[in-house]
T-cell receptor, first 112, second 114 residues
Framework: NAGVTQTPKFQVLKTGQSMTLQCAQD?????MSWYRQDPGMGLRLIHY???????DQGEVPNGYNVSRSTTEDFPLRLLSAAPSQTSVYFC???????????FGPGTRLTVT | GNSVTQMEGPVTLSEEAFLTINCTYT??????LFWYVQYPGEGLQLLLK?????DKGSNKGFEATYRKETTSFHLEKGSVQVSDSAVYFC?????????????FGTGTKLQVIP
């Protein structure tokens, strides 16, 4: 049981490049979400999904796309990277317990 | 909307000192409350939770009581250890949003020195 896994751990992009951050969970959780963590800002919700085929926007969705074709996977796509997207990105999943989320180890992204 | 306010850090304590990290919240519905901990280089982990007023969550010597009258959920520990050094996040999840989203505070960094 690996929990929530994220790849890559570190990534450097140039402005305008695109990439996909991978997230997978093996706990059969319906709910998955993506957050970004910036100094002094806490965690801000980017997108979330309540099940395969269902996604919705969070607090800061601009510049990011998501899809959920399977229960296990929830990739986050940066369409055209900008320096403002330099951040640490966390994927999380939740089972039936209210609010109890399981977080991945994070991806540290730098956009130059 | 919902919000969580926690005390600014960093907080620096000597080993065996008493810890309090303040947290207050505003919510449109009846929230469940949480404390998460983030150790260096890792993701967040749930530390404790409380789902109704006057409930006390506890884990690893940490405690927090859900105070509806003061809309607070302060984190306490009687004797901190160096291994408690981490960032602590207060959070809530609201029935009005179907408990689908979790709103986090900005985090409080705790450093415990020997």
């Amino acid at each position: 049981n690996a929990g929530v896994t994220q790849t890559p751990k570190f990534q450097v992009l140039k402005t305008g490049q695109s990439m996909t951050l991978q997230c997978a969970q093996d706990m059969n959780h319906e709910y998955m979400s993506w957050y970004r963590q910036d100094p002094g800002m806490g965690l801000r919700l980017i997108h979330y999904s309540v099940g395969a085929g269902i996604t919705d926007q969070g607090e800061v969705p601009n510049g990011y796309n998501v899809s959920r074709s399977t229960t296990e996977d929830f990739p986050l796509r940066l369409l055209s990277a900008a320096p403002s997207q330099t951040s640490v990105y966390f994927c999380a999943s939740r089972g039936r317990e209210i609010g109890e989320q399981y977080f991945g180890p994070g991806t540290r992204l730098t956009v130059t | 909307g919902n919000s969580v306010t926690q005390m600014e850090g960093p907080v620096t304590l000597s080993e065996e000192a008493f810890l309090t990290i303040n947290c207050t919240y505003t919510a449109t519905g009846y929230p469940s409350l949480f404390w998460y901990v983030q150790y260096p280089g890792e993701g967040l982990q749930l530390l404790l939770k409380a789902t109704k007023a006057d409930d006390k969550g506890s884990n690893k010597g940490f405690e927090a009581t859900y105070r509806k009258e003061t809309t607070s959920f302060h984190l306490e520990k009687g004797s901190v250890q160096v291994s408690d050094s981490a960032v602590y996040f207060c959070a809530l999840s609201d029935e009005n949003e179907g408990y689908q989203k979790v709103t986090f505070g900005t985090g409080t960094k705790l450093q415990v020195i020997p």
